[in-house]
């Protein structure tokens, strides 16, 4: 039945291959995200949908599509009016008519507005839900045929739901009011089942189609970091990863972020502070200039981020603990909207666990809430001590199956350290304690440990205890962490109060009578605190095959015309696109158009000015761009197949080549086999290796050459190759000494 009427509602009723056309042709992809092709179908059939899809996952498309397709207008219902601008922005980009309503605007603009919407001009409507029922839009309704209502962050219609919004809940008031009811399409990122419920209840989503495609962010990377010192920790990480690229630190309190900010940029670093005590005028430029990429860093409390649409945000660093995973998975959910690998770090400190429960006791919640509140809490302190998968850990969380065992993109799955058994230790910050009588802090507890001639532990008598220096030989750090897991996993009690103290528990016994062994990572001991956000994982696929000064011209290119347009950058191309240019090297329309995200409107506006850089480029540096798209083609990237450029490309790679070596293949036979260089052979064994793989080296290396190069780089160092070389006869090749340092160093 309700096939008559929608094909009257379209413009365009073709088989199935109409949406593809229009999928390239506006927006510029070949093929869909998980999800998105049945709801785009289901709707263009006129049946509600429900789409349940993480952040990034792709919801505005599903409802965009069918609005270029469908005769009518669709009315986008949006709680995120700061975003609506932005989002009306993209499609004008994309050569698509879209525009909003909501408070933002004066009367005049208004009126002005209403009479093109009701003269065609637009085929996409965004609308604040406060603004649905008012008599001016009702109005508005009569005059103008509604093919679709999609409503985005649909769980705010419900109470349970962290973001409600009462306004919401005058949706369907709204739908029942129009004379041909339209097809309804929910979307939301976060739901649980109950609140999945209330969102078919309360809409009254008709018989809709329910695509789920799970939490997992693949793109994200998942790391717990427990610095003693945070700020060395995050400056360390500042100066050594993702350099000129966006990110958010996420501060507890007003207070952190102003003098976190001030520090960074004490230290060189460009980053602005954002929280929600600020002028509103500053709060806002902050705002602008970290969108518009003029600051790289936004330092921020959890005000900044509802709303926040910047795709290219490439990490996100929780200095201070969330009050618990929803909370944390939001906001680290930031990082990587384009699909690029990104890093969400979370700085666990005991102290920031009390800050929350001190939170917590003073909301005067009811005792079921508040027991809630810990539970949620505790299950992120959890996080913040589990070996296992943190991604797992992430899903169970939201009602997911665990993936896989290990998800090999968190800390956890690519960590190799080596646990040691510290159970003597243990013992001796355990009777410390309960030496100085349970009454002191941790950093008091550590001063007595190690000897300290402080003035308060002499006047107090503490160097009197039996065990007063007896960690002498280690450093603060170091007890400091073995203090912080002995807490986290239950064996010491910190008080929740403004000066914690530190208490035995009832089951600190069972590691002082020797019934339980205590073990713990021994770098976190040992080492100085390095930035552990990888080295080598943050770049992946594409990133290995484009030539960064190229990528660095287009970014400034992408930066010029922003800033004429007033745009963000990300609005022009994304970083993605820019990185299949600097890649791929695209030299006229043909190839420009197999750039992901270059639909017919982004050629027509920029194709001439990208693909000129990128030609005069070529002719500056002399490069042969047959050869280059040959090696990417080996690298198993092609530009233009459907999974090009998938997040597993790279893995795949080195799965390759480390079961070649697994059939006992010789170095050459497995470079002949996958049609590389032996150099690129030692180079993927070298990453399976580190990636926990087990490599026998020395099945390539002869033992007599093995010798002979140990005995020169003892004497010219492994720094750099050539001077061993130089040292070595002509038979020992570099590849030969590769493999002997991969083997030793
Ligand atoms: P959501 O609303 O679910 O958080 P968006 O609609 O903002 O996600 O989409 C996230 C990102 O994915 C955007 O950068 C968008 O351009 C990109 N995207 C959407 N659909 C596709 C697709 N079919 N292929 C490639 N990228 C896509």
């Not at 709707?43 to 429900?50: F, H, P, T, Y």
């Not at 958010?248 to 954002?274: D, F, M, N, P």
């Not at 349970?438 to 007595?448: A, D, H």
């Amino acid at each position: 039945m309700y096939f008559d009427t929608m094909l009257t509602r379209m413009t365009l009723w073709g088989e199935l291959m109409g949406i593809y056309e229009v999928l390239k042709t506006y927006f510029g992809y070949d093929n869909f995200k998980k999800g998105q092709e049945k709801l785009v179908s289901a709707i263009l059939a006129g049946r509600d949908v429900l789409g349940i899809m993480p952040t990034a996952g792709g919801k505005s498309l599903c409802y965009q599509l069918p609005a270029t397709i469908l005769s009518g207008v669709t009315i986008v219902i949006s709680p995120l009016i700061s975003l609506m601008k932005d989002q009306v922005d993209s499609l004008d980009e994309m050569g698509l008519s879209g525009t909003f309503i909501n408070s933002t605007l004066g009367y005049d603009e208004f009126v002005k507005r209403f009479s093109e919407i009701q003269n065609g001009k637009y085929k996409l409507i965004y609308v604040a839900p406060e603004r649905l029922n008012t008599s001016l839009f009702l109005k508005l309704t009569k005059d103008i045929e509604i093919s679709l209502v999609a409503i985005d962050e649909a769980h705010c219609i419900s109470q349970w739901g962290h973001d409600f919004r009462p306004s919401y809940l005058e949706i369907p008031k709204f739908i029942n009011f129009l004379d041909t009811r339209p097809t309804v399409a929910a979307f939301t990122a976060t739901a649980t089942r109950e609140i999945v419920e209330e969102i078919k209840n309360l809409i009254g989503l008709k018989n809709p189609l329910e695509v789920i495609t799970g939490f997992d962010r693949p793109n994200l990377f998942y790391q717990v970091a427990k610095p003693s010192n945070k700020f060395s920790y995050l400056l360390n990480y500042l100066k050594n990863n993702h350099v000129s690229d966006s990110g958010i630190i996420y501060c507890a309190t007003r207070k952190t972020v102003e003098s976190l900010a001030e520090k960074l940029q004490h230290y060189g670093i460009s980053a602005v502070g954002y929280h929600g005590g600020m002028n509103p005028n500053i709060r806002q430029e902050s705002q602008d200039d970290f969108m518009l990429d003029r600051v790289r860093i936004i330092v921020a409390t959890n005000a900044f981020g509802m709303g926040i649409d910047k795709p290219d945000i490439r990490f996100v660093i929780h200095y201070n603990m969330p009050k618990n995973m929803e909370a944390y998975y939001q906001e680290a959910g930031r990082a990587g909207r384009d699909g690029e690998k990104s890093d969400c770090i979370l700085m666990y400190s005991p102290a920031d666990i009390v800050k929350q429960k001190i939170i917590i006791q003073s909301e005067n919640l009811s005792p079921e809430r508040e027991t809630a509140m810990y539970q949620n809490l505790q299950y992120l302190v959890d996080y913040c001590h589990t070996d296992d998968c943190l991604r797992n850990k992430i899903l169970i969380y939201f009602g997911e199956d665990a993936q896989q065992k290990s998800c090999n993109n968190c800390s956890n799955c690519l960590d190799q350290s080596e646990r040691v058994d510290i159970t003597v230790e243990a013992q001796k910050i355990l009777s410390c304690i309960y030496r100085v009588n349970q009454s002191y802090g941790v950093n008091t507890v550590i001063q007595v440990l190690r000897g300290s001639k402080n003035k308060k532990v002499m006047e107090w008598g503490l160097d009197k205890t039996s065990t007063y220096g007896i960690m002498q030989d280690y450093s603060n750090n170091a007890i400091k962490e073995m203090i912080m897991t002995l807490i986290s996993q239950g064996y010491i009690h910190m008080t929740a109060d403004k000066f914690p103290v530190i208490k035995l528990t009832s089951m600190s016994r069972e590691i002082l009578k020797g019934k339980v062994k205590f073990y713990h990572k021994k770098d976190l001991l040992q080492k100085p605190e390095t930035s552990k956000a990888l080295d080598g994982f943050s770049l992946d696929g594409i990133n290995d095959n484009l030539d960064k000064n190229l990528f660095e011209r287009l970014r400034q290119l992408r930066h010029t015309i922003a800033q004429e347009k007033d745009l963000p950058p990300y609005i022009i191309f994304h970083d993605s696109s820019l990185k299949e240019m600097a890649a791929y090297m695209p030299r006229n329309q043909e190839e420009f158009f197999k750039i992901k995200g270059v639909g017919q409107k982004k050629y027509e506006s920029y194709g001439g000015e990208f693909i000129n850089l990128i030609n005069e480029y070529i002719r500056e540096e002399d490069l042969d761009v047959s050869e280059i798209r040959r090696q990417i083609a080996n690298s198993t990237i092609v530009v233009g197949s459907s999974d090009r450029l998938q997040e597993n490309t790279k893995t795949d790679r080195y799965e390759i080549t480390y079961n070649c070596y697994l059939h006992g293949l010789s170095l050459q036979e497995i470079a002949q086999q996958r049609n590389l260089t032996k150099n690129t052979i030692i180079n993927h064994l070298a990453k399976c290796e580190s990636e926990g793989k087990t490599i026998d080296w020395s099945r390539f290396i002869d033992p007599e050459k093995e010798k002979k190069i140990i005995q020169v780089i003892d004497k010219v160092g492994a720094e750099r190759l050539r001077p061993i070389k130089d040292e070595l006869s002509d038979d020992i090749s570099y590849e030969d000494i590769r493999l002997v340092i991969c083997k030793h160093l």
